[in-house]
């Protein structure tokens, strides 16, 4: 199984942009579809962004798409989550997660592996 550590978090402005990282271990990397999900406090884990085993595909949620985009190096067994254009609503603890699954998930049920997590928060 695939271990996934998350790092990149921090303090921004709106408006600002952070590159959150996933560094994974153990598996095979390229056989699993990887997800960010974030929780921020008193919500439910919500679902960001997910890319397929190759890379190929990529789907987001609506609140983040045109400013977030998700990327994968399966040389280096690394994703990543670029975020820019951000909002005070985007604060939150931002996960990485992993499934065998080759075309990835939207629920946090679909995924068998996550990090400990990175906290962004954005003030206003």
């Known amino acids: 199984q695939v271990q996934v550590v998350e790092s990149g978090g921090g303090l921004v402005q709106a408006g600002g942009s952070l590159r959150l990282s996933c560094a994974a271990s153990?598996?095979?990397?390229?056989?699993?579809?990887m997800g960010w999900f974030r929780q921020a406090p008193g919500k439910e884990r919500e679902f960001v962004a997910v890319i397929t085993w190759s890379g190929t595909s990529t789907y987001y949620s609506d609140s983040v798409k045109g400013r977030f985009t998700i990327s994968r190096d399966n040389g280096k067994n690394l994703v990543y989550l670029q975020m820019n254009s951000l909002k005070p609503e985007d604060t939150a603890v931002y996960y990485c997660?992993?499934?065998?699954?080759?075309?990835?998930?939207?629920?946090?049920?679909?995924?068998?592996?996550w990090g400990q997590g990175t906290q962004v928060t954005v003030s206003s």
């Open positions: 997660a992993a499934t065998p699954k080759a075309g990835g998930a939207m629920q946090p049920l679909g995924y068998d592996t």
């Open positions: 153990g598996q095979p990397f390229s056989r699993y579809a």
